[in-house]
C-alpha cells in the first residue's frame, strides 16, 4: 500500500504538470488547428494519463482519457478536423481530468461523486459520433474493473469502457524532451537555505579568527571556504528561484474561455515570462494576477462591436510584462480597453459610503482610482459570475500587500487600464546600505539609493534650513526634504552637529533624505520575512542577518516617506521653491563681440571703469592702462575667448577690473563691450560651447550665455591668476 | 468530563511567580537567553528579534504582556520558541520547568478575578498539589499586534 501510495503521489505530480502543457498546446492547437507535432503531444499526454490510471485502477479516469484520446488519435490521423465544439469539448475535458486528480489526492480514489464524468464522455461521444465513423477501439468492453476495495463507489462507470489491459498501456509514450532537472521537495529547499545561513556565519566567524593566525594553512583553508560558501549560497538561493512564466501559463487557457463566455476578442501578449521571483511569492501572487486578468476582460476590454464605433479595432489586447526594477519584480497588466473614468469611480464610492462627498472632492484623480481597492466597492453595474462581486480589487491588494507588495492602478479613459503590482523580493538576495542609528544597524535596499552626501562645518548651517520645523537641504539648488533616521525610530532629534550624513533615497515619485549617525558598507543581505506581530509598522520591510549572527532591520523607504509625511514634489514646485535657494550665483553679464552673451561671476569682479581709448597703451605686445598710480594689464574677453573683438569702436572701453587672488600680481583689467546685468540665478552648466577662456554655458535670463573661465583669461594678460 | 483542552503534556515556565503550562505539541524548543535586535516604535511587548538558526523569530516578552512588573536588569529571560499560525515566535519568560503530565488533574476555568491582561492568554488552570498551572493560550500571548503609524486618510 506504500509503494501504491508513492506511485500515486508521483502519477499526480507528472500529471499536473503534463495538464498544464495541455492547457497550452490546446489553445495554441486552436490556433493552428493542423499542427500534428501539437496534436501528438497532446494525444501523448493524454495516453499516458489513460495508462498509468488503468493500472492504478482509477476507472472513471481511465474512461474519461479513453474517449478523449480516441477523439484525439482521430485528430492526429486527420480523420477530423479541429472546430471550436471539439476544442471546447477537449478543454472540457482536461478540467474533469484535473478535478478527478484533485479527488485522488484528497481521497486516494477517483471515485468523488462531485465530479461529473458521464456528461463529458456523453459530449466527446457525441462528436466522436458525428462526423467520421467511429473507430471502434478493438478491446472488448470490460464493463466495470473492480473498484478500491474500502471505498463505497456510486455507480458512475460510463457505459462504454473500451478497455486496453493495463499491462499493455505501460508502453514508453513519454515525452521526448531529456529531462534535464529533478524534482526537489520544497521543504528540502528552504532547509537547505537555512543550513547555508548558518553555514556563511559560522564561516565569517572562522574568517575571523583566521585573520589573525600564523597558520598559513588554515588562511589559505579559510579563504578558499569563504569562497565556496559564497558560491553555494548563491546556487542554494537560485534553487528557490522560478521563473514567473509558470503562473502565466495558465492565463492563456483563462484568457481564452472568458472571452468566449463574455464576447470579448483578446489577444493575450506576455512579455518577460523569464523574470524569476521566489517560489514562495509565486505562489501568492497567482490568484491576485488571474483576478486582475479577469477583471481586465469583465470591465476594461468592450465587446466587438463597441470598440469598432470608438474607433479601435476588434480585437482588444490585453499585454503583461514582468521586469525587476529597483529592487522589486514589477507586473503590469494592461488592457487597451474602455478605462477607468474617475468621475464615475468618485460618484459610486460616494453612493456605497466608501467615502463622504466632501472626501472626495479632496482627492486627487490617482487616489480616486485607488478607490477600487476599497472594500465593499464593485463597478458592475450587473454580478457577473466572472468579476463584480465586489470582493475583488480589495482582495487583490490585501493578498499582494500581505506578501509586502502594492500594486496601483492608471487609467486613461477610453484608452486603456494598467495595473502595476510591485512584489518585493522577499527571501530574495538584495544589495543594501548599512547604516548605524541608537548602536543598531539597518539595511537600506540598494535599489533606493540615490546618493550618500556628507555635510561638515559652516555647510550644515548654510545648507540645512528648518522651515516651520520642518528640515530641508539645500542640494544643488533643489530642496530635499530631510527625514532624521533616530526621529523615525522614535528616538529624540539628534543635536544639531558638526557634521550631517544624508543618505538621499528614492521610492516611485519621492525624494527626500535620510539624516543618519553612521554609514556602514554595503553589502548583499538577504531578505527575510517579519513576524506579524510587526507588519503594522511601515518602517520595515524585512530584516536580515548580518555577518555576526545579529538581526538587523531593513528600513522601508517608502512607508518611512509616508510615515514622515514627505510626498512627491513636482519637478515645477521644486525649482520655484529652490530659486530661493542658496545655490544661486550672482552673474555679471556682459555683451562682447557684437551682441554675444558672456558671464564672470560677481564675487570676482572688484570695479567696473571705463577708460577713454587713447589712455590705452602698450607694454611689449600686452595693452595697460595707467590705473590707481599702477599699470594695470588689459584683456580684450572678445579675443580671449575666441569672439572677434569689437570692443575698440567707441570713444570710450568698458573695462571689469578683477583683483587676482596674488597680491603682488596685482589686478587685471577685463575689456568687454558692455555690462548687461547683474543677475542671480541657479546655474545649470553646460558643457556647451566650452573652449579656451570658456568653460561652459549656461541659461541666463533665457539666453544662452559663455561662463567665462577667469583663470584661463587672465593669464593671457600674463598674470598668474 | 474535561474541557476543551485535551492536551495533558505541558511544557511549564515562570513568569514572575506564576507557572504557566503551554501544551508541548506547541512548543518548538527552549533556549537560553539570545541576543536581541530591538525593533524600535514595535509593541512594548516586542523585545526584539533573534536569530535562530537563520530563521528571524520575534521575541515577545510574557512579563509585558501580561502587564508584570519588569524583570531584574541582571536576570536574562530564556526563550521558549513556540509555533503559532504557522509562525515561529519566542516566549520570554523567567525560568523553565519541567513537562508535566497533567492527565490526573481536571482542568478549570481561570479564576474570574485574575487580572485582565493575565485572563487574556489563559485558557484555564489546573490546580497541581504544589502550584497552580496556567495554561497558556499561545496564539494570544503572541497576538501583539502593532498599529499601523502611518498617517491614516489613505485611499
Not at chain 1, 127 to 152: F, G, K, N, Q, S
Not at chain 1, 392 to 411: K, Q
Not at chain 2, 5 to 28: I, K, N
Amino acid at each position: 500500500m506504500d509503494d501504491d501510495a508513492e506511485i500515486i503521489a508521483e502519477f499526480l505530480v507528472e500529471s499536473h504538470e503534463n495538464l498544464d502543457q495541455l492547457d497550452r498546446d490546446l489553445v495554441e492547437l486552436e490556433r493552428q488547428p493542423d499542427s500534428r507535432e501539437r496534436l501528438s503531444s497532446i494525444f501523448r499526454t493524454i495516453h499516458t494519463i489513460k495508462g498509468t490510471s488503468g493500472f492504478l485502477a482509477f476507472n472513471r479516469l481511465e474512461a474519461l482519457t479513453h474517449v478523449g484520446e480516441t477523439l484525439l488519435s482521430r485528430l492526429r490521423d486527420g480523420e477530423t478536423e479541429m472546430t471550436p465544439p471539439i476544442a471546447e469539448a477537449l478543454l472540457s475535458m482536461v478540467d474533469t481530468v484535473r478535478a478527478l486528480l484533485g479527488a485522488i489526492e484528497q481521497s486516494g480514489t477517483d471515485v468523488d461523486p462531485a465530479v461529473a464524468v458521464d456528461p463529458v464522455v456523453a459530449v466527446l461521444e457525441g462528436l466522436l459520433a458525428e462526423p467520421a465513423p467511429p473507430v471502434e477501439t478493438p478491446e472488448p468492453p470490460v464493463e466495470t474493473p473492480e473498484p478500491l476495495a474500502e471505498t463505497p463507489v456510486p455507480p458512475v462507470e460510463p457505459v462504454e469502457t473500451p478497455e486496453p489491459e493495463p499491462v499493455e498501456t505501460s508502453e514508453p509514450e513519454r515525452r521526448t524532451v531529456v529531462d534535464a532537472s529533478v524534482r526537489v521537495d520544497v521543504d528540502l529547499l528552504d532547509d537547505l537555505v537555512d543550513l547555508v545561513g548558518e553555514l556563511v556565519l559560522t564561516r565569517n566567524q572562522l574568517l575571523q579568527r583566521s585573520l589573525g593566525s600564523a597558520d598559513v594553512e588554515l588562511v589559505r583553508a579559510s579563504q578558499r571556504l569563504d569562497l565556496v560558501a559564497s558560491e553555494l549560497q548563491e546556487s542554494v538561493m537560485k534553487t528557490r528561484m522560478q521563473p514567473i512564466g509558470q503562473v502565466w501559463s495558465k492565463l492563456p487557457r483563462v484568457v481564452r474561455d472568458l472571452s468566449h463566455q463574455l464576447g470579448r476578442e483578446v489577444e493575450l501578449v506576455m512579455e518577460g515570462h523569464e523574470t524569476e521571483l521566489d517560489r514562495s511569492l509565486l505562489e501568492a501572487v497567482k490568484d491576485p494576477l488571474t483576478h486582475l486578468v479577469r477583471n481586465s476582460l469583465d470591465h476594461g476590454i468592450e465587446p466587438p462591436d463597441v470598440r469598432r464605433a470608438a474607433g479601435k479595432p476588434g480585437k482588444g489586447t490585453l499585454s503583461l510584462r514582468a521586469y525587476h526594477e529597483s529592487g522589486q519584480v514589477v507586473v503590469e497588466i494592461a488592457d487597451d480597453g474602455k478605462g477607468i473614468d474617475p468621475a464615475r469611480i468618485g460618484a459610486i464610492a460616494v453612493e456605497r459610503g466608501v467615502i463622504t462627498r466632501d472626501q472626495l472632492a479632496r482627492m486627487e484623480q490617482r487616489e480616486v482610482l485607488g478607490l477600487i481597492f476599497r472594500p465593499g466597492f464593485s463597478t458592475a453595474a450587473a454580478v457577473s459570475n466572472i468579476s463584480g462581486r465586489g470582493v475583488g480589487m480589495d482582495v487583490v491588494r490585501t493578498n499582494i500587500e500581505r506578501i509586502g507588495g502594492s500594486v496601483d492602478v492608471a487609467s486613461e479613459p477610453g484608452r486603456g487600464t494598467t495595473t502595476r503590482v510591485r512584489i518585493p523580493l522577499t527571501l530574495a538576495i538584495i544589495p543594501a546600505l548599512v547604516v548605524g542609528e541608537g548602536g543598531e544597524r539597518y539595511a537600506i535596499p540598494q535599489a533606493n539609493l540615490v546618493e550618500l552626501v556628507r555635510i561638515e562645518g559652516d555647510d550644515v548651517r548654510r545648507q540645512v534650513e528648518r522651515l516651520a520645523g520642518a528640515a530641508v537641504l539645500r542640494l544643488r539648488g533643489k530642496l530635499l526634504p530631510l527625514v532624521s533616521l533616530a526621529e523615525t525610530l522614535g528616538g529624540a532629534q539628534p543635536a544639531p552637529d558638526e557634521a550631517l550624513t544624508v543618505v538621499v533615497l528614492q521610492s516611485d515619485d519621492v525624494r527626500f533624505g535620510l539624516c543618519v549617525s553612521e554609514v556602514h558598507d554595503t553589502q548583499e543581505i538577504v531578505v527575510k520575512p517579519i513576524g506579524r506581530q510587526l507588519k503594522g509598522l511601515a518602517t520595515y520591510a524585512g530584516a536580515t542577518i548580518m555577518g555576526d549572527g545579529r538581526v538587523a532591520l531593513i528600513l522601508d523607504v517608502a512607508g518611512i516617506a509616508s510615515t514622515a509625511g514627505v510626498s512627491a514634489v513636482p519637478d515645477e514646485a521644486a525649482d520655484v521653491r529652490a530659486s530661493a535657494g542658496d545655490d544661486r550665483q550672482a552673474l555679471l553679464v556682459l555683451e562682447v563681440a557684437d551682441g554675444r552673451r558672456a558671464a564672470l561671476p560677481l564675487a570676482a569682479v572688484a570695479r567696473l571703469e571705463e577708460f577713454a581709448q587713447d589712455r590705452v597703451e602698450r607694454s611689449g605686445t600686452a595693452e595697460v592702462v595707467q590705473y590707481r598710480d599702477g599699470i594695470l594689464p588689459l584683456v580684450r574677453l572678445a579675443a580671449a575667448i575666441g569672439l572677434p573683438d569689437t570692443s575698440d569702436r567707441g570713444e570710450q572701453i568698458s573695462v571689469v577690473v578683477h583683483e587676482t587672488s596674488d597680491a603682488a600680481a596685482g589686478a587685471v583689467g577685463i575689456v568687454i563691450d558692455r555690462v548687461l546685468d547683474v543677475v542671480e540665478v541657479a546655474v545649470t552648466a553646460s558643457q556647451v560651447g566650452r573652449r579656451s577662456g570658456v568653460s561652459g554655458s549656461a541659461v541666463v535670463q533665457d539666453r544662452v550665455t559663455d561662463l567665462v573661465d577667469l583663470a584661463a583669461v587672465v593669464a593671457r594678460s600674463g598674470v598668474s591668476a | 468530563m474535561s474541557t476543551s483542552t485535551s492536551t495533558e503534556q505541558l511544557c511549564t515556565f515562570w513568569v514572575a511567580d506564576l507557572l504557566f503550562g503551554v501544551a508541548v505539541e506547541e512548543v518548538q524548543e527552549v533556549i537560553r537567553h539570545q541576543p536581541m535586535t530591538p525593533v524600535p516604535r514595535a509593541d512594548e511587548a516586542v523585545r526584539g528579534l533573534i536569530n535562530l538558526r537563520g530563521q528571524i523569530v520575534t521575541a515577545v516578552d510574557l512579563r509585558v504582556r501580561l502587564g508584570l512588573p519588569p524583570r531584574d536588569a541582571e536576570q536574562l529571560p530564556m526563550n521558549v520558541i513556540v509555533r503559532s499560525r504557522g509562525e515561529v515566535v519566542s516566549l520570554l519568560v523567567d525560568d523553565i520547568g519541567d513537562v508535566i503530565d497533567t492527565a490526573g488533574v481536571d482542568p478549570q476555568p481561570a479564576p474570574s478575578n485574575l487580572p485582565r491582561g493575565v485572563q487574556d492568554v489563559v485558557r484555564g488552570v489546573r490546580p497541581l498539589p504544589d502550584a497552580i498551572l496556567l495554561v497558556l493560550d499561545a496564539d494570544r500571548a503572541v497576538d501583539v499586534v502593532t498599529a499601523p503609524d502611518t498617517p491614516g486618510g489613505n485611499p
